[in-house]
């Protein structure tokens, strides 16, 4: 370079050079100061850089703007950029069409890849219809990926047993490659952490803290396992151990660790600082940190709304927790926008108030949400009821039943609202409309004597004679 400083192959040497040594800064300095057309011929460098710096979006922005469509090795980080990013459609897309045009040794590589995509998908809707049965178990990382599957599909003690078998392919693969105890110990630390992780949520929380606090001890090298395990620990103690439970929610919230979280990860573990604060009194931390969950989850509003009525009634100032949460809900453009808990929260505070115009005005507010939730939909007739708001009473149940009809609901529930509504419209002397609902309970589950005598008694008040 001191001879040839334009030298197109002593230039990617040295990039390449930079990139082994891990000085990802220094590299991305040295692509800056060439010109364009240098530039270009290293796209792929820097796209490497950025994303190994923590920068993915600029990562993929340097992609996108490079044609890959037969460059494997930026197809690959491309695939690897739209993971980090949680973009997991495209990312499934990258990863067949990878596995599809690829004839090389990395196929297994792909294929576990390809597995933690789909987990991903699966997080986030668990009906999702992505298979993993076609996938080979070649691999103790595609068996862990399987697992979490099942964990993203609640089957939890289905997802033991699949990480158990995980763990023992680990453990031979590792022995059988030489590593030392040390090693294998660090690697069976995140399968034996998801198996805790399903004892915690199958309510078997002293084998998961047993586990977790084992896993501790191990010199681990992964900030984002000690701090997905320190909040953990935390959502169990609850309010006891606090001494130990401040330090662990305070690894939880180690920088170092975010990078290599997910979105969900990182938003549960500063929901649960917050929660932390608030259940120990120490309100002042918990108004800090606000703001700056705020700005890390812009998305999810609704939480730090809760976050910040929860610590107004911590502080004996309802009204104002009222107003926060009213504000919010008066924010939301359309009903589908509202959070349901947010405003569930609201209607219970403003029954305590006895604001009974209020409560409704805010259920009526939430959609289907009053049809499809019977406990929302009892509260707003009982409140109907008291304050002699008949007709609207009369609409709420014809329309519940007409949307539990019309989405198949389960036949003991519609049982249960015919009779409520059958119940309803005789206290209210309507025995026509009673008499309507009796007859389809009649149709559900044919004469019950109890169902009979009601049917029989109503109508006995308009039609003596089929009452005979």
């Known amino acids: 370079l001191e001879v040839d400083s334009n030298h197109p192959k002593a230039i990617h040497c040295k990039i390449v050079c930079l990139i082994q040594l891990n000085e990802f800064e220094e590299a991305l300095k040295y692509l800056e100061n060439q010109n364009e057309e240098t530039r270009k011929k290293f796209e792929l460098e820097q796209a490497y850089c950025l994303y190994r710096l923590n920068n993915v979006e600029e990562s993929l922005k340097c992609l996108d703007g490079k044609d890959v469509s037969d460059d494997l090795g930026a197809n690959e980080l491309k695939a690897q950029a739209l993971y980090r990013m949680e973009n997991f459609e495209d990312c499934y897309s990258s990863y067949f069409d990878l596995i599809k045009n690829s004839n090389d040794d990395y196929e297994d590589e792909r294929m576990v890849n390809l597995a933690a995509v789909i987990v991903g998908l699966k997080n ?30 609640k089957h939890y003690a289905k997802a033991i047993a699949k990480l158990q078998d995980a763990e023992t392919v680990c453990k031979k693969f590792l022995e059988d490659d030489g590593a030392t105890e040390e090693e294998i110990e660090s690697e069976l630390a995140i399968i034996r952490a998801q198996i805790a992780y399903c004892n915690q949520r199958m309510n078997k929380t002293d084998q998961a803290l047993k586990t977790y606090n084992e896993i501790l001890k191990q010199k681990l090298s992964d900030p984002a396992l000690i701090a997905i395990i320190s909040n953990n620990i935390v959502a169990i103690h609850r309010d006891q151990n606090l001494f130990d439970s401040k330090k662990k929610i305070r690894m939880a919230l180690s920088e170092n660790a975010e ?25 002042d931390s918990c108004r800090k940190h606000l703001p700056i969950f705020r700005s890390k989850f812009p998305n999810n509003e609704a939480d730090a709304v809760l976050i910040e009525a929860y610590l107004q009634i911590k502080e004996k100032n309802q009204s104002q927790a009222i107003d926060t949460l009213k504000t919010y809900c008066l924010s939301c453009k359309n009903d589908s926008m509202i959070d349901l808990e947010v405003a569930l929260f609201l209607a219970e505070l403003l029954l305590k108030e006895r604001d009974l115009d209020g409560c409704a005005k805010v259920l009526e507010n939430l959609g289907e949400f009053r049809l499809s939730k019977l406990a929302i939909t009892s509260i707003l007739i009982q409140i109907y009821e008291k304050t002699m708001k008949i007709k609207e009473a009369e609409k709420l149940f014809d329309d519940c039943i007409d949307w539990h009809e019309k989405h198949k609901s389960q036949k003991a529930m519609l049982i249960s609202l015919y009779n409520e509504a059958a119940k309803f419209y005789l206290n209210q002397n309507k025995p026509q409309a009673s008499v309507k609902y009796l007859e389809k309970i009649v149709k559900l589950q044919g004469k019950n ?14 039609d003596v004679q089929k009452a005979k």
């Open 259 to 283: 990078s290599k979280m997910s979105s969900n990860q990182k938003l549960n573990i500063h929901y649960n600082y917050c929660l932390f604060m608030l259940n120990t009194n120490q309100f």
């Open 449 to 462: 004597p109890k169902i009979i005598s009601m049917l029989i008694n109503a109508y006995s008040l308009f």
């Open 124 to 153: 986030i809707n668990s009906n999702i219809k992505y298979d993993l049965a076609n996938i080979s178990n070649s691999t103790y990382e595609v068996i862990y990926n399987k697992a979490c599957a099942l964990v993203a599909t």
